[in-house]
């Protein structure tokens, strides 16, 4: 790569701000898994049936009789009568066929450890670990609740669930303890699988304390197991009803368990995820759909081929790191990386010295870290061989054209394709994105819905908006790794998803359109631009975070009235959360309250979602009705012209908060 020199940067700049449309690179389009765009023409005839392409990359127990199953609509269901396994699907159909000794799992820890699971080795600590779960009684249907950074040991874990038809829950292991009790209590969960501590620049944190806690908050009774990452760094106490996971494993080693049959429709797991109540949502994904469409779209969209090393840098925490860490990779049969820490540890190179020892070929990132690393410069990139790279792909938010461009061509030597993926923790996986080997990219579109998907923008009539024109993200048809419900909450599910755009009252399919709550524009050829949520919920470097819950975490600090939670734009994190407060009379507002705010929010939900300011004010601004006018305290925060303030029943109160800004209190 060409020296980082300002020349040479000026010259970038000027080539690339000006192109706008960037063609797939020939080598790869050579060799891409879809190289032909007739797909999009095929897909569009042969709908529903087309799905049938993702349920060939699974293998049946049960061939299902009926690719989807409409009839009760929005409770749509896809490869009904079918049944399959995703753990054999995951491992014994590829310790069978002849790929035993391929890495499915290539571990590096922060601080250098290496851990290599070939195909072989992950089936024994699966099946041994599947027998141990067992061993506490665990049995299909009961839900696993899995609060663990990342180690090899989540994936084990979640595989074995999936192995014995018992649904997994993964918490983030950056939320709190408190977060982790509200999500045990919502599913009920009984078993808990969790660590004594990780690394976080070169820190051993104590994991095993704050899970403790948070079983505290739990109102049943837990089995828990615990793994032991740190060895004698950290010495913790198993307790009551904790068992060790290494002895657990032991005492199984060599033992197969039958993976369990699993109705296509049986739930694989739960995973929780904010919305507009404080309430988080538990987002029910099923094993036949789910499974089938994450494989299908890591083959097409990320061009995995078996052989690959591919690299996902998100967290297992989040549904990025289930589909396309775990469950769409391994079901393909590939060698999928996995990092423990953070990327500027020790330096601003770890993971471009990564992508050069593990000779990466797909690296899946989000705009986030794109940013930082645009930050840091491109010294770090420059000092590894990144040759072995030969698609990149971002998810999780927007990402800007500049951050696009660099990405383009500092990591990808202008010869990878970028996949800039929309989709959710809902859709289970890649719903808008170019296909990599088919499609023109622009910068900061991720571009059109892929084959069989139904995305539209809309206005707020629900008819679609002229070419150019902003409006609401739709989905008009169902596809088969969509979301099922919510957990035990059907009602809720339509009301999130549903309603909006729906004739709820109606059998018929054609009158059930999903709204995902983002606003989006389309453009002549039909390339979608995802401009973010438009429910009250914020982005905060790709994670979504609920204000309410923000402000219900505010609200529970002594000394606070009432509080209001907005986004506003940040350089690297896309979004950061700022908090207006109102104090109760006899508090004093300050830097000793300020702290106690930030606390409470980090025990509450965790630090990412720790406000950048916190601005104590007499009022918030609200309409006649009394509704908070988040949309004032956003032009507040990010410096903008306020605008029209007439509506408001009290417009002094911006001028006054704006003082409290200017005076940094
Ligand atoms: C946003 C992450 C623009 C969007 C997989 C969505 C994006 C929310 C993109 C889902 C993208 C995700 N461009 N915005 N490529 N990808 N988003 O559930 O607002 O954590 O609704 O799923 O992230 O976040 P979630």
Same mark, same amino acid.
């Not at 929005?74 to 995703?86: I, K």
């Not at 500092?410 to 080997?437: A, F, K, R, S, Y």
């Not at 204000?547 to 907005?566: D, P």
């Given at each position: 790569?060409?020296?980082?020199?300002?020349?040479? $940067?000026?010259?970038?700049?000027?080539?690339?701000?000006?192109?706008?449309?960037?063609?797939?690179?020939?080598?790869?389009?050579?060799?891409?898994?879809?190289?032909?765009?007739?797909?999009?023409?095929?897909?569009?005839?042969?709908?529903?049936?087309?799905?049938?392409?993702?349920?060939?990359?699974?293998?049946?127990?049960?061939?299902?009789? #009926?690719?989807?199953?409409?009839?009760?609509?929005?409770?749509?269901?896809?490869?009904?009568?079918?049944?399959?396994?995703?753990?054999?699907?995951?491992?014994? %159909?590829?310790?069978?066929?002849?790929?035993?000794?391929?890495?499915?799992?290539?571990?590096?820890?922060?601080?250098?450890?290496?851990?290599?699971?070939?195909?072989?080795?992950?089936?024994?600590?699966?099946?041994?670990?599947?027998?141990?779960?067992?061993?506490?009684?665990?049995?299909?249907?009961?839900?696993?609740?899995?609060?663990?950074?990342?180690?090899?040991?989540?994936?084990? $874990?979640?595989?074995?669930?999936?192995?014995?038809?018992?649904?997994?829950?993964?918490?983030?292991?950056?939320?709190?303890?408190?977060?982790?009790? #509200?999500?045990?209590?919502?599913?009920?969960?009984?078993?808990?699988?969790?660590?004594?501590?990780?690394? %976080?620049?070169? =820190? $051993?944190?104590?994991?095993?304390?704050?899970? =403790?806690?948070?079983?505290?908050?739990?109102?049943?009774?837990?089995?828990?197991?615990?793994?032991?990452?740190?060895?004698?760094?950290?010495?913790?106490?198993?307790?009551?009803?904790?068992?060790?996971?290494?002895?657990?494993?032991?005492?199984?080693?060599?033992?197969?368990?039958?993976?369990?049959?699993?109705?296509?429709?049986?739930?694989?797991?739960?995973?929780?995820?904010?919305?507009?109540?404080?309430?988080?949502?538990?987002?029910?994904?099923?094993?036949?759909?789910?499974?089938?469409?994450?494989?299908?779209?890591?083959?097409?969209?990320?061009?995995?081929?078996?052989?690959?090393?591919?690299?996902?840098?998100?967290?297992?925490?989040?549904?990025?790191?289930?589909?396309?860490?775990?469950?769409?990779?391994?079901?393909?049969?590939?060698?999928?990386?996995?990092?423990?820490?953070?990327?500027?540890?020790?330096?601003?190179? %770890?993971?471009?010295?990564?992508?050069?020892?593990?000779?990466?070929?797909?690296?899946?990132?989000?705009?986030?870290?794109?940013?930082?690393?645009?930050?840091?410069?491109?010294?770090?990139?420059?000092?590894?061989?990144?040759?072995?790279?030969?698609?990149?792909?971002?998810?999780?938010?927007?990402?800007? +054209?500049?951050?696009?461009?660099?990405?383009?061509?500092?990591?990808?030597?202008?010869?990878?394709?970028?996949?800039?993926?929309?989709?959710?923790?809902?859709?289970?996986?890649?719903?808008?994105?170019?296909?990599?080997?088919?499609?023109?990219?622009?910068?900061?579109?991720?571009?059109? +819905?892929?084959?069989?998907?139904?995305?539209?923008?809309?206005?707020?009539?629900?008819?679609?908006?002229?070419?150019?024109?902003?409006?609401?993200?739709?989905?008009?048809?169902?596809?088969?790794?969509?979301?099922? #419900?919510?957990?035990?909450?059907?009602? %809720?599910?339509?009301?999130?998803?549903?309603?909006?755009?729906?004739?709820?009252?109606?059998?018929? +399919?054609?009158?059930?359109?999903?709204?995902?709550?983002?606003?989006?524009?389309?453009?002549?050829?039909?390339?979608?631009?995802?401009?973010?949520?438009?429910?009250?919920?914020?982005?905060?470097?790709?994670?979504?975070?609920?204000?309410?819950?923000?402000?219900?975490?505010?609200?529970?600090?002594?000394?606070?009235?009432?509080?209001?939670?907005?986004?506003?734009?940040?350089?690297?994190?896309?979004?950061?959360?700022?908090?207006?407060?109102?104090?109760? =009379?006899?508090?004093?507002?300050?830097?000793?309250?300020?702290?106690?705010?930030?606390?409470?929010?980090?025990?509450?939900?965790?630090?990412?979602?720790?406000?950048?300011?916190?601005?104590?004010?007499?009022?918030?601004?609200?309409?006649?009705?009394?509704?908070?006018?988040?949309?004032?305290?956003?032009?507040?925060?990010?410096?903008?012209?306020?605008?029209? #303030?007439?509506?408001?029943?009290?417009?002094?109160?911006?001028?006054?908060?704006?003082?409290?800004?200017?005076?940094?209190?």
């Amino acid at each position: 790569m060409a020296d980082d020199t300002d020349d040479d $940067a000026v010259e970038l700049e000027a080539r690339l701000a000006a192109q706008d449309t960037f063609e797939p690179p020939e080598s790869f389009v050579e060799q891409a898994n879809v190289a032909d765009d007739g797909i999009y023409d095929e897909f569009a005839e042969d709908w529903p049936d087309c799905w049938e392409d993702a349920a060939a990359l699974v293998d049946w127990d049960e061939p299902y009789d #009926t690719v989807l199953d409409d009839s009760n609509p929005p409770f749509f269901e896809w490869f009904t009568g079918g049944s399959l396994n995703a753990s054999y699907n995951c491992l014994d %159909r590829h310790v069978e066929n002849g790929a035993k000794n391929r890495a499915a799992i290539q571990w590096e820890g922060e601080l250098g450890e290496e851990r290599t699971y070939t195909y072989q080795d992950l089936y024994r600590e699966v099946n041994a670990f599947a027998a141990g779960l067992r061993d506490l009684g665990v049995e299909a249907d009961d839900v696993v609740t899995l609060y663990m950074p990342m180690i090899p040991e989540l994936p084990i $874990a979640m595989l074995a669930c999936a192995r014995i038809g018992a649904p997994h829950s993964v918490v983030f292991a950056g939320f709190s303890a408190n977060a982790l009790a #509200t999500r045990m209590n919502a599913a009920d969960s009984e078993y808990l699988v969790t660590c004594d501590g990780y690394y %976080r620049r070169g =820190d $051993a944190l104590n994991h095993k304390g704050k899970a =403790d806690e948070g079983l505290r908050g739990v109102d049943h009774d837990v089995e828990t197991v615990v793994v032991d990452r740190l060895g004698d760094e950290l010495t913790h106490f198993l307790g009551d009803h904790a068992h060790d996971y290494g002895e657990l494993v032991d005492r199984h080693e060599g033992t197969h368990v039958e993976p369990v049959s699993r109705d296509a429709e049986d739930m694989l797991f739960l995973m929780y995820t904010s919305g507009t109540t404080g309430e988080p949502k538990g987002v029910k994904h099923t094993t036949g759909g789910y499974l089938s469409y994450a494989a299908w779209t890591t083959q097409n969209v990320l061009d995995v081929k078996p052989e690959d090393t591919y690299w996902c840098a998100a967290d297992i925490g989040w549904i990025t790191g289930h589909s396309y860490i775990v469950y769409g990779p391994l079901a393909l049969g590939t060698t999928t990386v996995m990092y423990e820490g953070t990327p500027d540890y020790p330096e601003r190179d %770890r993971l471009w010295e990564l992508v050069e020892k593990y000779r990466v070929d797909q690296l899946y990132t989000a705009p986030t870290a794109i940013r930082s690393f645009m930050k840091w410069g491109t010294e770090y990139p420059n000092r590894h061989d990144l040759s072995s790279l030969r698609l990149l792909g971002t998810v999780g938010e927007p990402i800007n +054209p500049r951050a696009w461009k660099w990405y383009y061509k500092h990591i990808g030597n202008e010869d990878c394709p970028v996949v800039d993926t929309w989709w959710q923790t809902e859709t289970g996986g890649m719903m808008i994105t170019t296909l990599p080997g088919v499609g023109d990219m622009k910068p900061g579109s991720a571009g059109p +819905p892929l084959p069989g998907i139904g995305a539209e923008v809309v206005d707020v009539a629900g008819d679609p908006v002229d070419e150019g024109n902003a409006g609401y993200l739709t989905v008009n048809k169902p596809w088969p790794g969509m979301l099922r #419900t919510l957990y035990k909450n059907d009602e %809720r599910f339509i009301d999130e998803y549903w309603r909006e755009y729906s004739d709820v009252d109606s059998d018929d +399919p054609d009158d059930w359109t999903y709204f995902p709550e983002d606003g989006a524009k389309i453009d002549d050829d039909g390339y979608i631009t995802v401009l973010g949520r438009v429910d009250d919920v914020i982005n905060v470097s790709g994670h979504r975070l609920g204000t309410m819950e923000i402000e219900s975490a505010i609200v529970g600090v002594e000394g606070v009235a009432e509080a209001a939670v907005v986004g506003a734009d940040h350089d690297v994190k896309g979004e950061a959360v700022h908090a207006y407060v109102i104090t109760e =009379d006899d508090a004093t507002p300050g830097d000793a309250l300020r702290e106690r705010i930030i606390q409470g929010v980090e025990d509450a939900i965790g630090p990412i979602a720790r406000p950048e300011s916190v601005v104590f004010t007499p009022e918030l601004p609200k309409t006649r009705s009394g509704k908070i006018m988040r949309r004032l305290l956003v032009d507040v925060a990010n410096g903008d012209d306020l605008g029209d #303030t007439s509506t408001l029943r009290n417009p002094d109160v911006v001028e006054d908060i704006q003082a409290a800004v200017d005076a940094g209190d």
